[in-house]
């Protein structure tokens, strides 16, 4: 099975290559102009055949000129050569150039690895030789920034938390969304498929030597602290995060192989452990009324959020096929997270104003933002496209695709009357969903293009009145994201880091077993007819800050209300209650409520709605 699988998708690279052949003498041209563009895509008034047609066609033409505009904008953001970093130390990733509204002329962790991640995957496919001195210096320079003692500790008390840093290899001491454990993670799985070619090249020494002693502390760093409540990806709100979650899961799993293909076995007992453990924790993401993997839910937000794309193609692994546990791009259950995330921009924003109900739009990190007033993302946007794309790979390596009445949602946006079932490649259910689903993914690129300047230039975000590039100017993340979003449509796969041979572990998740201490939670509100008591916090037997998981309390006693659970024994812990009244939900004010459980008994609170 798995051999199959495997030639069919080498298969598939070339198909996919020959469905978008580049228009050479447009490659010669100007860029296109973004007038030109906006008549060829138009709102996507449910695409007849022809029309996806010239989607692809602006996305081809788009993509012959930006792709090489973008893998330069990685490189000029580099140091200590890079045109537009000076000033930057060999091997320091900048996440922008500007100085100003915003300043981002530092490195972050994340950034800089999502970037290097995307420079190992193109010197891997023979891109470049001279990747690999870019890829040796950011080594380098992490190596000596993990040793950096900062505002989040030092190497061994949490300092590689520390989201960023100075481009000299200094620490930032202002204040700051800190730890963010997401960074220790993505460098690891950039170093790791650094080493696994390595090692297929039969390069052993460098390895064990540079790259090893890097790879250990980070996972270690993952495997003692992912149970840790740590900032988001977008730095504002401290919590537990799907991103999160799922790439320290990722980092762990591809931790063990390396570590037993160079025989460092003490580590693969205690990370294989964790990595269970992690995966178990994913699972408690889903949301299964609204139908969408819950990015992160404090401060009263949905939860719909760029955050679960993004760690959906940053984990894919065409081995696992569709696997909904490891949230893999074609799974039912990142298909339907994919349909509600795109949904929740097609109102807020006016530029996807008239487009149809199933076309294409601008979307950002997730609707609630307010940064900058709350824009498109150029990266959010090609990381639906990029989803998209992964899932097409799947079905078309497996010459089949399954609608569960999880995706049945998603894929009705194409075909209204599909029902669940399996359908090879030989019906025409399967050929009208394919066309429709590349047209759909290729949308989202156009998207992109046409809000790109003639330059070719990709900021951080684009106005969403206007479509003006917005917020810091040459994002070495948007740059990124276009590069991989474009290899993922020319159907490229990556290496492996071995989720299909991980299951969810059968029973309770082990770190929710252990002494349980029966909490009673009585609160004294009182209600109007209809509204209801719920209680959440800030550990997973409360439902992680989750307002639509959140525990019902009973009215039995009114007006206070109340709920027995059992808690983990000896841990801290954050609440609050809430109010539900005709689909409303309002929080306590703040700040949270604060408690650590006993290591043994019953505990309680009798508190008042605050
Ligand atoms: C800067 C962060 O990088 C950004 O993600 C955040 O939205 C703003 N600060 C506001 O907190
Ligand atoms: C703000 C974004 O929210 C965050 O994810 C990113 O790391 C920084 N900007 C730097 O690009």
């Known amino acids: 099975m798995l051999v199959t699988v495997l030639s069919a998708l080498s298969l598939c690279a070339g198909v996919f290559a020959q469905n978008a052949v580049v228009d050479q003498n447009i490659a010669q041209q100007a860029p296109i102009a973004k007038v030109e563009l906006l008549a060829d895509i138009g709102p996507h008034v449910s695409r007849p055949a022809a029309k996806a047609g010239a989607v692809a066609d602006v996305v081809d033409r788009y993509i012959a000129n930006e792709d090489s505009i973008a893998k330069a904008g990685l490189l000029a953001n580099i140091g200590a050569d890079g045109s537009k970093s000076s000033g930057a130390k060999s091997g320091v990733v900048i996440a922008s150039p500007n100085t100003v509204d915003p300043n981002y002329l530092y490195t972050w962790t994340r950034d800089a690895a999502l970037v290097t991640k995307c420079i190992v995957d193109q010197y891997i496919r023979g891109e470049g030789d001279s990747l690999r001195t870019t890829i040796d210096d950011y080594v380098e320079a992490q190596t000596i920034l993990q040793q950096v003692p900062n505002p989040s500790g030092n190497v061994s008390t949490g300092g590689l938390g520390e989201p960023k840093f100075m481009i000299t290899l200094d620490a930032f001491t202002g204040s700051w969304g800190r730890p963010q454990r997401d960074g220790p993670a993505l460098r690891s799985t950039a170093l790791i498929t650094y080493a696994n070619w390595l090692i297929s090249q039969s390069n052993m020494t460098y390895v064990t030597q540079n790259l090893w002693p890097v790879i250990k502390l980070d996972v270690d760093y993952v495997a003692n602290n992912w149970n840790s409540s740590g900032f988001d990806l977008w730095e504002e709100i401290s919590s537990s995060s799907y991103w999160t979650s799922a790439v320290q899961h990722r980092a762990l799993r591809e931790g063990v192989i390396l570590a037993q293909n160079i025989g460092q076995t003490n580590v693969v007992d205690d990370w294989t452990t964790q990595a269970d453990n992690v995966l178990c924790f994913m699972q408690s993401y889903w949301n299964p009324t609204g139908g969408y993997m819950t990015s992160n839910t404090l401060g009263g937000r949905s939860g719909i959020d760029a955050n679960t794309a993004l760690a959906s193609i940053h984990t894919f692994d065409p081995e696992a096929i569709c696997d909904a546990a490891t949230f893999q791009p074609c799974s039912d259950k990142a298909l339907s997270s994919l349909k509600v995330y795109v949904d929740s921009f097609r109102s807020i924003y006016s530029i996807n104003q008239g487009v149809a109900a199933n076309g294409s739009v601008a979307t950002g990190r997730y609707p609630e933002d307010v940064y900058y007033n709350g824009n498109p993302w150029y990266l959010a946007t090609f990381a639906v496209a990029e989803q998209l794309y992964d899932a097409l790979i799947v079905w078309d390596a497996q010459g089949s695709l399954n609608i569960t009445s999880t995706s049945l949602t998603f894929f009705q946006q194409f075909l209204p009357s599909v029902t669940t079932g399996t359908y090879a490649s030989t019906t025409s259910t399967y050929s009208t969903l394919i066309s429709e689903i590349s047209a759909f993914a290729d949308g989202f690129v156009a998207i992109n293009a046409q809000y790109t300047p003639t330059d070719g230039g990709l900021a951080e975000q684009f106005n969403k009145d206007t479509g003006a590039p917005l917020s810091a100017k040459d994002l070495t993340w948007s740059y990124a994201s276009a590069v991989t979003a474009f290899a993922a449509r020319n159907g490229t796969i990556n290496g492996s880091w071995g989720a299909k041979d991980v299951k969810v572990p059968a029973g309770q998740c082990q770190f929710n077993q252990g002494p349980a201490v029966p909490t009673t939670f009585n609160v004294v509100a009182t209600t109007v007819f209809g509204e209801n008591i719920f209680l959440t916090g800030s550990i997973d037997a409360l439902k992680t800050w989750s307002p639509d998981n959140a525990i019902p309390l009973s009215a039995a006693g009114y ?52």
């Open 559 to 610: 007006p206070t209300w109340s709920v027995t659970v059992n808690l983990p024994a000896s841990t801290s812990f954050e609440y609050k209650y809430i109010r539900k009244y005709n689909g409303q939900v309002t929080w306590e004010s703040d700040p949270n409520r604060q408690a650590t459980t006993p290591a043994s008994g019953s505990f309680g609170f009798n508190d008042s709605w605050r």
